[in-house]
């Protein structure tokens, strides 16, 4: 179940994903694909903790 907060963390993952996709050293896209999958773990643990609730 979506919340607030879990769109809001997919939709940063999906701006980091962006950026990944503009960087043009190797480096800097592997960053921003790691904060990405960061924002994405706290978008699916926002929804879990909703379920709970």
């Known amino acids: 179940m ?3 907060d879990s769109e809001r963390f997919r939709q940063k993952a999906a701006e980091c994903e962006e950026e990944a ?3 043009t050293a190797s480096s800097a896209k592997e ?3 790691q904060a990405a ?3 994405r ?3 699916q643990s926002a929804e879990e903790k909703a379920r709970r609730s």
Do not use: V
């Open 41 to 43: 773990k706290l978008a």
């Open 2 to 4: 979506p919340t607030p």
């Open 31 to 33: 960053a921003w694909l």
């Open 21 to 23: 996709a503009k960087a």
């Open 37 to 39: 999958e960061e924002w």
